[in-house]
């Protein structure tokens, strides 16, 4: 049972382009999460989405940002028109189905740098 | 106020150490407790469940006060291979984990 894949690993994009981060939950995991940590600093919370629905995203910036978790493939986090200030690790989670007290597995990461 | 506080430290310890974290939280209908460990640039890997009654799993103790909404995190026998930064997460409705900022720790020889 493979555990949460993140591609790419690394990813550098020019100020002004996108960026499109993937997650592949682990098998049987229907709830994903993604978090941000900029150098030195906590994970912050951006947005929990079951297949094909948003539960939270009070995280997620109002613009430029978004995420999807469609029923088929992995969930995307996509960032338009990025700034140097997007530079950070993007952390993906997965769970299991709803049920109190099971935790979360994380993927590797992917390491945004804009230039 | 920030839903889950925790002191940033660094601590630093000697080898042999006992060394306490704690943590507070916000939002007393939270749910679920856990201490995830994270190592340099990598990935957080939880480290343990908390309970009510406390848990215990070899060096490490974690324990849970719902009243005071307090967590914390006991580490005997500390070794080298336990610095890192030990982060304190809170799930609370609706599954969301929130996590704390984490406390850095650094074991020396």
């Known amino acids: 049972n493979a555990g949460v894949m993140q591609n790419p690993r690394h990813l550098v994009r020019r100020r002004g382009q996108e960026a499109r981060l993937r997650c592949s939950p682990m098998?049987?995991?229907?709830?994903v999460y993604w978090y941000r940590q900029l150098p030195e600093e906590g994970l912050k919370f951006m947005v929990y989405l079951q297949k094909e629905n948003i539960i939270d995203e009070s995280g997620m910036p109002k613009e430029r940002f978004s995420a999807e978790f469609p029923k088929e493939g992995p969930s995307i986090l996509r960032i338009q028109q990025v700034v140097r200030g997007d530079s950070a690790a993007y952390f993906c989670?997965?769970?299991?189905?709803?049920?109190?007290?099971?935790?979360?597995?994380f993927g590797q990461g992917t390491r945004l740098t804009v230039v | 106020r920030k839903e889950v506080e925790q002191d940033p430290g660094p601590f630093n310890v000697p080898e042999g150490a006992t060394v306490a974290f704690n943590c507070t939280y916000s939002n007393s209908a939270s749910q679920s407790f856990f201490w995830y460990r994270q190592d340099c640039r990598k990935e957080p890997k939880l480290l343990m469940s908390v309970y009510s009654s406390g848990n215990e799993d070899g060096r490490f103790t974690a324990q849970l006060n719902r009243a005071s909404q307090y967590i914390s995190l006991l580490i005997r026998d500390s070794k080298l291979s336990d610095s890192a930064t030990y982060l304190c997460?809170?799930?609370?409705?609706?599954?969301?984990?929130?996590f704390g900022t984490g406390t850095r720790l650094l074991v020396s020889p």
């Open positions: 989670a997965s769970s299991p189905r709803r049920d109190s007290g099971t935790e979360a597995f």
């Open positions: 997460v809170v799930m609370t409705g609706f599954q969301k984990l929130v």
């Open positions: 098998k049987g995991h229907s709830h």
